[in-house]
């Protein structure tokens, strides 16, 4: 397992495709030939809406100093007073932060096998598609589900986390 034209997927990739298979995700994940670090550059790689990529951004709990992550829709704005009613008081997340907490750097973050548990929140915005795309743990990496897959993949609710549209 692991081997994709005979190149060994990265560790973080590798952990995502057995989290993805312990729970019977019909797709696994696949390597893009450029680095997908933003949700446009994955967009235009897959051929598909930039609102189909499902971000995820980490932030930092002040309470408890526990990751929060905020699945959303590429094309969306996470409302930092909106997940912080929900969760509590929020600060930054830094990269050794988000790579501590969730075993993944920054452009490869994927919603789903992270090192040590996460507060999860799903964006209600991402339902407005069939089909989506996240980081599968590496900048090149990706995994096709729906919207509703993150629901039992992440254990997460749905809530409404960003901005409105302008």
């Not at 929140?121 to 599968?136: M, P, T």
């Not at 743990?137 to 992440?154: R, W």
Request: hydrophobic share 50%; aromatic share 4%.
């Amino acid at each position: 397992m692991g081997e994709r034209g005979g190149h060994a997927l990265p560790e973080g990739v590798q952990r995502v495709a057995a989290a993805l298979q312990e729970k019977n995700h019909p797709h696994s994940p696949v390597m893009l030939d450029g680095a997908a670090r933003t949700a446009q550059q994955a967009a235009d790689a897959l051929g598909i809406a930039v609102g189909q990529i499902a971000k995820s951004i980490i932030f930092r709990r002040l309470a408890d100093d526990v990751a929060v992550l905020v699945v959303t829709s590429g094309d969306r704005r996470v409302d930092e007073a909106k997940v912080a009613a929900l969760v509590g008081p929020l600060g930054r997340a830094n990269a050794a932060f988000v790579k501590e907490r969730t075993g993944f750097s920054i452009g490869g973050v994927s919603p789903i096998a992270h090192a040590t548990p996460s507060v999860t929140l799903i964006d209600q915005d991402l339902f407005r598609f069939d089909e989506v795309w996240a980081a599968a743990g590496h900048p090149h990496g990706v995994f096709k589900l729906a919207p509703q897959d993150l629901l039992t993949l992440a254990n997460a609710p749905v809530a409404d986390v960003v901005e409105v549209p302008a």
